[in-house]
C-alpha cells in the first residue's frame, strides 16, 4: 500500500535558518505529492503540491520538488520566521492510479522557531 | 466567506455509547471527505463522498463507523458502541472539484474522548 515517512519532531531552529524537512514515499502509481501546514489552533492547510516528476512546488518562501528516482519530496524554506511554527504533513494522493480517494499522510513534523 | 466547519468541536461519549459528528462543507463544494487522527499521527482517510453518493468507505475501520450525505451537502459520521480506540480528532475536508488535484480544505475537528 501506500505510505509517506517524514522526518520526527519537533524540530528547532533559530530565525533566519535554513529549513529542511525531508519525505519519502512509497506508492504503487504515480502519485501526486503535498504539504500541509497546521498552525497553532487553525485546520489543515495546503502549502504546496506536484502532480509529477521533477515538477516543484513553491508558496510563502517553502519549496519542494518531487523526485521519483529517489521517492522524495523534501520541504525547504532559506529563512525562517517565528511564524512558521507549525506542524507540517507531507501527503500523498494516488487517484489518478487508482487508489483510495482520499489523502495519504506522514506522521507530521512540529517546526519550532525560536527569536 | 465561511470555511468548512464540524460540531460539536469536543464530544466525551462513555465507552458503548454512540456518538454523531456533523461537518458543514463550503456551500457548492463536491466533494467531501472524513479523515480520523489519532494523538500524534497524521490523519488517516475514512471515507469519500461525491455530492450524496458515498464512492469509498475503503478506510472506515468497522462497521460500527457509518457516514451519509444524504442531500449532497451537510454530512454526518456516526460511531456506534464507541471504544476507546475511537478517541481521535475526526476531519472532515470538502473540496470544489471531484478530480484528484482539487484541493482539500479542513475543517477544524472534533475532537472524540471515549471513557
Known amino acids: 500500500g501506500n505510505s509517506v515517512t517524514q522526518m520526527e519532531g519537533p524540530v528547532t531552529l533559530s530565525e533566519e535558518a535554513f529549513l529542511t524537512i525531508n519525505c519519502t514515499y512509497t506508492?504503487?502509481?504515480?502519485?501526486?505529492l503535498f504539504w500541509y501546514v497546521q498552525y497553532p489552533g487553525e485546520g489543515l492547510q495546503l502549502l504546496l503540491k506536484a502532480t509529477k516528476a521533477d515538477d516543484k512546488g513553491s508558496n510563502k518562501g517553502f519549496e519542494a520538488t518531487y523526485r521519483k528516482e529517489t521517492t522524495s519530496f523534501h520541504l525547504e524554506k532559506g529563512s525562517v520566521q517565528v511564524s512558521d511554527s507549525a506542524v507540517y504533513f507531507c501527503a500523498l494522493s494516488d487517484r489518478a492510479g487508482g487508489g483510495a480517494d482520499g489523502l495519504t499522510f506522514g506522521k507530521g513534523t512540529h517546526l519550532i522557531i525560536q527569536p | 466567506g465561511a470555511g468548512v466547519s464540524q460540531s460539536p468541536r469536543y464530544k466525551v461519549a462513555k465507552r458503548g455509547q454512540d456518538v454523531a459528528l456533523r461537518c458543514d462543507p463550503i456551500s457548492g463544494h463536491v466533494s467531501l471527505f472524513w479523515y480520523q487522527q489519532a494523538l500524534g499521527q497524521g490523519p488517516e482517510f475514512l471515507t469519500y463522498f461525491q455530492n450524496e453518493a458515498q464512492l469509498d468507505k475503503s478506510g472506515l475501520p468497522s462497521d460500527r463507523f457509518f457516514a451519509e450525505r444524504p442531500e449532497g451537502s451537510v454530512s454526518t459520521l456516526k460511531i456506534q458502541r464507541t471504544q476507546q480506540e475511537d478517541s481521535a480528532v475526526y476531519l472532515c475536508?470538502?473540496?470544489?472539484?471531484?478530480?484528484?488535484?482539487?484541493?482539500?480544505?479542513f475543517g477544524p475537528g472534533t475532537r472524540l474522548t471515549v471513557t
Open positions: 475536508a470538502s473540496s470544489l472539484g471531484s478530480g484528484y488535484l482539487s484541493e482539500q480544505y
Open positions: 506508492a504503487t502509481g504515480y502519485p501526486s
